[in-house]
């Protein structure tokens, strides 16, 4: 399967990065023949670089906290923010941490993306490969990633940085309220937009989200397609979430993926006999994967103050490895 320009992606897991774009000639062309058989041994072992990048990159993200201490840095963005946080709290008429508690949302997003990313990769190397599974996972993904690069970014002020935690609060409690699940969560419900209002922000809801005096979640086909190539709109966003999300919701667009193209489409004929996982379809998956959680990341540590040479190191092995994903595509050898 190959893997064009973002803008001319028909479906999922197709890629391209504006980094790849600029260094086409970094990484030497090597070859990754297409195995479809799979959980077998010449599966795994042709997936195994894949899979190995995959994981070296979410324990670099997993350890990074507890190398730092879990603190931020003395002389980081975080810890400037930090400083303004009683400032904040003051206005808020309750809220006693609103910065901090917005940096554990953001840690805690990305701890669970590196573990999405690490439970892929461990369902490609299992004795039997998954059909729809590892597709599930990384939905997961990249919806931590999104939500993780949102709350971490770096380039967000310290009222900024407040809002995005306050729509997680919201957000959280909206979500108790229409499942019912804690008796309480209409009187949270009520506390939390208290809080908006005493800082003077206005409280909205569009597509069952928070919007707080005009901050959201974003949308995560524009997250996804902002973290792959830089840019919201490009069609890649769309495709990836969309047939993901197929996948989960178990649609025939997404199930209909597994089957071989010359397969009958609506009919269910011999070609179920073949269906599968094929090694080209987990690389352009694991590709995307591997950009969304290094950028995702990134954003963390630079905000923390994290982003020492140690980690520069493990976003160079991952890109690397992004970019010979990327020539193997382009030259038809996934």
């Not at 670099?60 to 303004?84: D, F, N, T, Y």
């Not at 949102?150 to 108790?176: I, S």
């Not at 199930?255 to 080209?280: F, Q, V």
């Amino acid at each position: 399967m190959a893997i064009p320009s973002a803008e001319g992606a028909a479906r999922s897991g197709r890629c391209l990065s504006a980094t790849a774009a600029r260094e086409a000639s970094a990484v030497p062309r090597i070859k990754m023949p297409d195995m479809q058989a799979t959980g077998s041994d010449a599966f795994r072992q042709a997936l195994a670089p894949t899979i190995g990048a995959v994981r070296d990159l979410a324990d670099a993200v997993s350890e990074r906290a507890g190398q730092c201490g879990h603190h931020p840095g003395a002389s980081s963005r975080a810890m400037g923010e930090i400083a303004a946080e009683a400032t904040f709290a003051a206005r808020s008429g309750g809220w006693n941490e609103p910065i901090r508690d917005t940096h554990t949302f953001g840690g805690m997003t990305l701890t669970a993306a590196a573990d999405f990313a690490r439970s892929f990769a461990v369902l490609i190397d299992a004795d039997s490969t998954p059909v729809y599974g590892h597709l599930v996972v990384a939905r997961s993904v990249f919806d931590a990633c999104v939500v993780a690069a949102w709350l971490n970014d770096p380039k967000a002020d310290a009222t900024e940085r407040v809002k995005r935690g306050l729509c997680e609060q919201l957000y959280n409690a909206m979500e108790l309220v229409r499942l019912g699940l804690e008796d309480d969560a209409n009187e949270r419900h009520d506390y939390w937009k208290a809080r908006a209002a005493s800082l003077g922000w206005t409280v909205k809801v569009a597509s069952n989200k928070p919007v707080i005096d005009g901050t959201s979640r974003p949308w995560p086909g524009s997250g996804i397609a902002e973290l792959l190539v830089g840019d919201g709109e490009a069609r890649i966003g769309r495709a990836q979430w969309s047939y993901l999300s197929a996948v989960s919701h178990v649609t025939w667009y997404g199930l209909r993926e597994a089957l071989p193209r010359t397969a009958p489409t609506p009919g269910l004929g011999p070609g179920l006999a073949t269906y599968g996982t094929t090694s080209s379809s987990v690389r352009a998956q694991a590709l995307c994967v591997l950009i969304a959680l290094r950028k995702a990341a990134d954003a963390r540590f630079v905000l923390m103050g994290w982003a020492d040479e140690n980690w520069r190191a493990a976003c160079a092995r991952a890109q690397q490895y992004e970019l010979a994903l990327m020539h193997a595509s382009q030259q038809g050898d996934a």
